[in-house]
């Protein structure tokens, strides 16, 4: 891009022309180096500078720029331009009764301009959001409305928030501006009704009320069932297109389908096969996972690298060959050259993917006695359920006791917010399906109880995140829940140091433990107080 000439403000003593010549230069210097124009103002959506639908022109030594889109027009006096950055140009301009403003001026096609564009849609929802608030709740007062990230209390930008007031009552409001995101407003929306009711008078009655688009709802309500308190009595609301929204019984938005997997059933091994099997395992980072049709997933640090089904075992990771039980040396071949490439890393051989969480999977299987001495080490399932609109993310298996009850175990490697919520998604339909006895077939011998399954979240202690616990403080009573955390090291043996039922501290929180949450979640955090403005 060329050098462009910048304009400022002018006095009434400058040389009017001149001033709007060279702001008509520097707007026409910029859009001919775009190659996908937009204008841009807070508040608003990107509005696309389409050839043929927007005009630029000097008139009365003034520069008016206009634009027609599907949706929305707009037109405005560009009074100054500031310096350009890669493809961004701020202008200062007027509008319609002289009322001063800043248009940007954005190339969508370069990625300097993507983070602008982002936020530029999420000021726009905000304000959609808010017109929503006034017209559903007329005489209340919308005391704060923000959509500003808060690191420190794991609020989202995505999801505008909003607090509204009426005497002794306040309503937490919370936003989803697409169907794709409805997976993760429940925890954020929690969150913000916590914070909420935290800071309220004791006389205050605090509400929480969801506003999704009009094709979501069915993933929330399916969720509110599970929670108790003010959230499980959550109001939810759908709107349009056009920003119109309307309140919905949650009773009427449908249930989420899952079934059991048609072909589940419980691997049969031979002593062949056992012995096999055992000769595998003992080779460092290999795991040995039975999969839910029966076949059995031979793993190093989560890679697979062969399978056993129907007393064959397929080797290999990209070519595949058949190999006999007969020749396992050929496997423990492969899988030591895998842990020699591994412990290298060097230029030549970089090692070999691993992939955490199905490493993890195997060690939470091989010990599984440490996580909970009451669930039978076999059979354990991984995955049994199929989710209507696709696959989950999120790691599941399903144990169980000797006297029956059944276990789902959530498990996490990493950090998540959302681990609580996405647990209880499972748990719910697993609950659902043991309860109408389509779940006896895969535990044969074990007559099941009637009683609701636990849900055990398992990760590296280190790896909870510290909002989880506020999630948990709203689940169901009869939802009986505990996080287990395990050894740092659980590459090498799995070791519980941390077991904490539904939402209790940890015994260090509030010193150590809250010291280290403070310290990382300091950094960065560019709002620790809810933006305002009504």
Not at 29 to 41: D, M, N
Not at 79 to 90: E, F, I, R, W, Y
Not at 494 to 515: C, F, Q
Request: charged residues 20%.
């Amino acid at each position: 891009m060329g050098q462009i000439p910048v304009a400022n403000l002018y006095s009434k003593s400058s040389n009017s022309e001149t001033a709007a010549s060279v702001v008509l230069a520097a707007v026409q210097t910029f859009l001919a180096a775009c190659r996908q124009p937009a204008a841009l103002e807070a508040g608003e959506t990107p509005l696309a500078l389409i050839p043929g639908r927007y005009s630029l022109e000097q008139s009365s030594n003034r520069v008016f720029l206009e634009i027609w889109g599907d949706e929305r027009s707009l037109s405005r006096r560009i009074v100054s331009c500031s310096q350009p950055s890669p493809g961004v140009l701020d202008c200062t301009v007027q509008r319609f009764g002289g009322k001063p403003g800043t248009l940007t001026l954005l190339d969508l096609d370069r990625p300097q301009t993507a983070k602008r564009s982002v936020r530029g849609n999420r000021l726009a929802f905000a304000e959609q959001f808010r017109r929503m608030l006034s017209r559903q709740f007329p005489g209340w007062q919308i005391d704060t409305l923000t959509s500003a990230m808060d690191l420190r209390r794991s609020f989202s930008t995505v999801f505008p928030r909003a607090i509204l007031q009426r005497g002794n009552q306040q309503i937490a409001a919370l936003a989803c501006p697409k169907a794709d995101d409805e997976s993760a407003l429940l925890s954020f929306a929690l969150l913000w009704f916590d914070h909420v009711s935290t800071l309220a008078p004791p006389v205050s009655r605090t509400s929480l009320c969801l506003f999704l688009p009009e094709v979501s709802g069915a993933l929330t309500a399916h969720r509110l069932k599970w929670l108790t308190g003010a959230p499980g009595c959550a109001r939810l609301f759908r709107f349009n297109k056009d920003g119109f929204a309307g309140e919905v019984d949650a009773a009427d938005l449908g249930n989420i389908e899952t079934r059991v997997t048609a072909d589940a059933k419980v691997a049969v091994l031979s002593s062949e096969e056992q012995n096999v099997l055992a000769r595998l395992q003992n080779i460092e980072g290999v795991g040995c996972c039975p999969e839910v049709a029966g076949s059995i997933s031979i793993r190093f640090r989560g890679l697979e690298f062969a399978r056993l089904a129907n007393g064959r075992i397929v080797l290999g990771i990209e070519s595949k060959q058949e190999v006999s039980l007969n020749n396992i040396a050929q496997v423990e071949s492969f899988a030591l050259h895998l842990l020699s490439l591994a412990s290298s890393r060097s230029a030549v051989a970089p090692g070999v993917p691993q992939y955490p969480e199905r490493w993890f999977e195997s060690a939470v299987r091989s010990g599984l006695q440490a996580i909970d001495a009451g669930l039978l080490p076999a059979p354990v399932h991984g995955q049994i359920l199929t989710f209507a609109g696709g696959d989950r993310e999120m790691l599941d298996l399903l144990a169980v006791s000797g006297s029956g009850g059944l276990a789902v175990l959530e498990l996490k490697t990493s950090e998540d917010i959302h681990l609580p919520v996405q647990a209880l998604d499972y748990w719910a339909r697993i609950r659902w399906h043991a309860s109408q006895g389509e779940l006896q077939h895969l535990f044969t011998g074990i007559p099941l109880s009637n009683e609701a399954p636990k849900l055990l979240l398992v990760a590296p202690a280190i790896c909870f995140h510290p909002s989880n616990e506020i999630v948990l403080r709203y689940f169901s009573p009869e939802i009986r829940v505990e996080r287990i955390g395990v050894n740092t090291d659980w590459q090498q043996k799995v070791k519980v140091v941390l077991r904490l039922t539904g939402a209790d501290k940890p015994i260090s929180h509030g010193s150590g433990y809250e010291l280290r949450r403070f310290s990382e979640y300091q950094e960065g955090d560019n709002d620790p107080q809810p933006a305002t403005g009504a």
